[in-house]
C-alpha cells in the first residue's frame, strides 16, 4: 500500500514561488501516477500536475503550464511541484495523490496526502 506524506507550504507574495515535497512509501509501480491537486474553500478539488513514477512523462493543467514544474527523484522516493510566477488564484491545499490513470474521477485517485497550504497574497 503506498503511503505519501506532503509538504512545503506556506504563504508567498505574489510572483514568488513554493517548492512543495511529497514523499511516497510502499511499492510503487512504474506506471502509477503521482498527480498533485488543489482545493480552496467552495471549490471543486483541481487537478494541478501529474508524472508517471516509472516513464517520468508529466501532464499539466492549463492554468499552471509554464508556471509549475512536477518533477520526482525515484532513488529518494520524492515527487515535487516547483511554483513559480504564483498567482493569489493559487492560493488552495495542495496534496498529492496517487493513481493508475487520469481519470477525474475521485476513486480513481486511493491514496492521497493529508494537504498542504498554499496561501498566496501581498
Known amino acids: 500500500q503506498v503511503q505519501l506524506v506532503d509538504s512545503g507550504g506556506g504563504l508567498v507574495h505574489p510572483g514568488g514561488s513554493l517548492k512543495l515535497s511529497c514523499s511516497v512509501s510502499?511499492?510503487?509501480?512504474?506506471?502509477?501516477?503521482i498527480a498533485w491537486f488543489r482545493q480552496s474553500p467552495g471549490q471543486e478539488r483541481e487537478f494541478v500536475a501529474g508524472?508517471?513514477?516509472?516513464?517520468?512523462?508529466?501532464l499539466y493543467a492549463d492554468s499552471v503550464k509554464g508556471r509549475f514544474t512536477i518533477s520526482r527523484d525515484r532513488a529518494e522516493n520524492m515527487a515535487y511541484l516547483q511554483m513559480n510566477n504564483l498567482k493569489p488564484d493559487d492560493s488552495a491545499l495542495y496534496y498529492c495523490?496517487?493513481?493508475?490513470?487520469?481519470?477525474?474521477?475521485?476513486?480513481?485517485?486511493?491514496?492521497r496526502g493529508q494537504g498542504t497550504q498554499v496561501t498566496v497574497s501581498s
Open positions: 510502499g511499492r510503487t509501480y512504474s506506471s502509477a501516477i
Open positions: 495523490a496517487a493513481g493508475s490513470s487520469y481519470s477525474a474521477s475521485p476513486s480513481s485517485w486511493p491514496v
Open positions: 508524472i508517471r513514477w516509472g516513464y517520468g512523462t508529466s
